[in-house]
């Protein structure tokens, strides 16, 4: 995941690049070497950290394991781009270098998904909106209540047909420059409608606990599908 802070007034010139590489990420899945790559534009909460920007875009490169993560290190984009927008491979690599161009930084984390609870018709939509949920592990047992618990919550509401998607997921590596406060991410998309649904005595003891085994930062934000392939 790669959280992408702009320069300002490079929104145009950043979307126009991305459009550039959807082309050479549609071929690349299309050979079985990534799964999904997606573009969010993002509505952010509260300030994580002072004296940092938000991210106004993230980029979703979905593997499907860790050896296919690690080959797509030697792909050749370069070539990609000749063949995929049928220009000369000068240019492709003009367009390549420039890349970067229109951001100020990139906040880069591996992420591995740990449990998601899914509706049998969800499918990615341009203009969905996912809500982001920052999470910080405070003891060994945070993970198995998202596991067995929360999942379990998350399911019951898609049952209901007010929730469509729930993604849990842990940062296994961020760059230098990235965010500390959290050890965790969880990624739902609601759905309007459905009935509310209430828990038993046992469950909301133990949904209780789960709610102390981390810490939720306030107001993380959400964001809106742009790109996807």
């Known amino acids: 995941m790669d959280a992408v802070v702009l320069k300002e007034g490079s929104d145009a010139d950043y979307i126009e690049i991305e459009e550039f590489w959807s082309k050479i990420h549609e071929d690349i899945i299309s050979q079985g070497k990534k799964m999904q790559w997606s573009i969010w534009k993002t509505s952010p909460g509260d300030p994580i950290a002072a004296n940092t920007k938000p991210a106004d875009y ?63 018709d969800f499918s990615p939509q341009q203009g969905m909106v996912c809500s982001i949920s920052l999470m910080n592990q405070k003891n060994d047992d945070y993970e198995s209540f998202e ?35 959290f050890s965790h991410i969880c990624f739902n998309v609601g759905e309007q409608g459905g009935n509310a649904i209430e828990n038993d005595f046992k469950t909301q003891k133990l949904v209780d606990l789960g709610i102390q085994s981390r810490e939720m930062l306030p107001n993380s934000g959400s964001m809106e599908l742009i790109l996807f392939k």
């Open 147 to 181: 596991k067995e618990v929360f999942k379990d919550q998350f399911q019951r509401r898609i049952d209901n047909g007010n929730h469509s998607f729930w993604g849990f997921t842990r940062v296994e590596e961020r760059s230098e420059n990235a965010y500390t406060q």
């Open 58 to 120: 993230i980029i979703f490169n979905n593997y499907e394991s860790q050896e296919q993560y690690d080959a797509s290190r030697d792909i050749d984009y370069t070539a990609i781009a000749q063949r995929v927008h049928g220009i000369s491979k000068k240019k492709a690599q003009k367009m390549i270098d420039s890349s970067f161009d229109p951001r100020e930084t990139t906040r880069s984390y591996t992420l591995s998904i740990q449990a998601q609870a899914v509706s049998s």
